[in-house]
């Protein structure tokens, strides 16, 4: 079993900029790709953002491409989410998850591993 803990929510202007973080535990030379999602009130939870077990491959949903940066440091077992120009509609509780294979991936079915999520919330 993998563990997901993330942090780094909080409230910001529009504009502004957070850095999530997301530590994995337990077992985690299970963990492969890992990605971000988000859910808001007003939507089903979507995709973010991925990067394959090795970070050199990475990908995100059109709305952040840009804006987000995702990336992992293996030696501290926790993945990051740089977000930066902030907007309103960015609001959403952000998940992280983990998967065995290798490779990163924009379906929520394929990971088996869920953090317990982290808000994030953008003021205008």
């Known amino acids: 079993q993998v563990q997901l803990a993330e942090s780094g929510g909080g409230l910001v202007q529009a504009g502004g900029s957070l850095r999530l973080s997301c530590a994995a535990s337990g077992r985690t030379f299970s963990a492969g790709g890992m990605a971000w999602f988000r859910q808001s009130p007003v939507k089903e939870r979507e995709f973010v953002a991925a990067?394959?077990?090795?970070?050199?491959?990475?990908e995100y949903a059109d709305s952040v491409k840009g804006r987000f940066s995702i990336s992992r440091d293996s030696a501290k077992n926790t993945l990051y989410l740089q977000m930066n120009s902030l907007q309103p509609e960015d609001t959403a509780v952000y998940y992280c998850?983990?998967?065995?294979?290798?490779?990163?991936?924009?379906?929520?079915?394929?990971?088996?591993?869920w953090g317990q999520g982290t808000q994030v919330t953008v003021s205008s």
């Open positions: 990067i394959t077990r090795s970070g050199l491959g990475t």
């Open positions: 998850a983990a998967r065995t294979g290798a490779r990163g991936s924009r379906s929520q079915n394929e990971y088996s591993y």
